[in-house]
């Protein structure tokens, strides 16, 4: 198979698995019911793994494919404009911090998670023209943390296991 | 390349520790500094459509421009919650009742935002 071939089937399977993660995660019942926002990340399992594996622009391209499939399947304007605020400065503060070298794919991760919390909630704050919003930024620094690290220590082994297959040689 | 693995895993952990520890000390202050809230003023999408004492109760329900979709809005004891709602996530349901100042019950498929303050800036509020 072609490096060409091989790239753009692991990039759709790479769209259809974040999307169903997403899906998946959607149904199942929140972790703390009095603070919205507060989510597993799954979907950036896959982002993350792109990211390592191809690089920003493949992440990029998967990761705002999902958004408008999950727009087109799901439809809500506003969910969709917080999750793009979350996707574009959680992954463009991923690809800086993995350019550092100075995290592992775990501190990438949570910063990751952090920084998809803080654009959500920047939106919001914007949107509902309400600063006391941001008290939320509190518990979603928490709980992000510890779900960009789960969600990095998962993506770790993923990238070990699939580089020698996939890692694109330039 | 293992000395860098090893300290990249030691930026990992000083990360996330750093991340948690600002973010725990966030929370005890807010915990720590919080004061009661007097009244509750009720925006959507940015525009103030309500402003109410917590010393009453009282529940008011606000409809979207279509007529159905609607936040039920009810403030019991002095403190204030969504009771009910239309909108798909119902996360403002969810939320627990609030009572002091800062605090807030966001609904984003609506745009409405409880919010509740102190007593310093209450002229105009409808007792």
Redesign the interface.
Known sequence: MSEKTKKLTFLALSCTLALMLSYIESLLP?VV????GIKMGLANLVIITVLYLYGLKEAAAVSLLRLVMTFLLFG?P??AL?SLAGAVISLLAMALFKRL????T??VS??GG?LHNLGQILV?IV????L??G??M??L??TG??AG?LI?ITASFLIKRLENVYKHHS | MTS??H???R??IL??AS??F???V??LL?LFLRRDGAYCVI?K??EEVGRFSLSADREITYYEEDGVGFNTVRIENGRVSVTAASC??K?CV???AIRYH???V?C??H?L?V?VYGDEEGPDIIV
Not at chain 1, 101 to 104: T, V
Not at chain 1, 127 to 130: I, K, V
Request: hydrophobic share 45%; charged share 15%.
């Open positions: 929140p019911t009095s603070v919205p809500n506003l969910t917080y070298r100075l995290f592992s775990v501190g949570v910063t952090v919001a949107l509902f023209d309400s006391s919003i008290y939320y509190l518990i620094t928490l943390t510890l690290a990095g | 860098r693995l300290r990249a895993r930026n990992d990360l996330i991340l948690v600002l973010a725990l966030g929370i807010s925006t999408n940015g798909p996530d996360i969810r939320s627990r800062g605090e807030t966001v984003l498929p745009g935002v919010t």
